[in-house]
Every structure is written in structure tokens, then in C-alpha cells.
């Protein structure tokens, strides 16, 4: 997951939580040498990123790992070409490296690696 610099940790409110201890150790053995705490920002940016749609609304075809094919249940759009996708239709679930997966037009699939 790529190192997201938003604000300053001297610009940041202090926040309690409670986390299983293993879940601690998994998530610092994940993170290495940026810290735990860094991770579980950048986790909860993407989710809120996510939920709400406010990401750049695109992809790099270089960064999709992997796809899926799919069929689409609502509208959505592609996020590597911008194309719509209209309900019903073959698409893919592209496999990004945060672990999320996006709406991926079956052309899209051209200009992946």
C-alpha cells in the first residue's frame, strides 16, 4: 500500500482505540518501518475514499493485479477508461494494490500488461 502523506502528525487529533492484540501485531508486522499507526491511516483514507467516491475516480492500468469477470447489477463506470457500464453487462473487477476491486470495462482489458 503506498505511503499517502496528508497531514502533518503534529496537525492530527488524538484518537483512542481499542484493537485485539493480535490484530496490533499482525498490522505492525505488515507495516514494517512506517509504523503501525501510519497504516492504519492510510486503511481508513481509502475506505472513506471509497465509500464516498471522492477518489481521483480512476486507475492506472498499471496498477490492476488482477481481474474478474463480472456482471454489472447497477451502473458503474470504468475505472481505467471512464467508459459506463450499464446494468447487465459482462465487465471485470479489477484487483488494485490496496486491495480494493473496481468496475473494469471488458475494453479496458486491452491496456492491461
Known amino acids: 500500500m503506498p505511503t499517502i502523506s ?3 502528525t503534529t496537525d492530527m487529533e488524538v484518537t483512542s ?3 485485539e492484540k493480535d490484530l496490533k501485531d499482525s498490522l505492525k508486522a505488515i ?4 509504523g503501525y499507526q501510519a497504516l492504519i491511516r492510510e486503511i481508513l483514507w481509502a475506505y472513506v475514499e471509497q465509500q464516498s467516491g471522492s477518489s481521483s475516480g480512476t486507475v492506472s492500468s498499471q496498477e ?5 469477470p463480472a456482471t454489472a447489477e447497477r451502473a458503474e463506470r470504468c475505472m481505467i477508461t ?3 457500464i450499464a446494468p447487465g453487462e459482462t465487465m471485470l473487477l479489477g484487483l488494485t494494490p490496496q ?3 473496481v468496475p473494469l470495462s471488458t475494453d479496458a482489458a486491452e491496456q492491461l500488461p
Open 99 to 101: 486491495g480494493a476491486l
Open 64 to 68: 490492476i493485479r488482477a481481474t474478474i
Open 6 to 8: 496528508r497531514t502533518s
Open 31 to 34: 507495516a514494517g518501518s512506517r
Open 17 to 19: 482505540i481499542r484493537l
Open 82 to 84: 471512464g467508459q459506463a
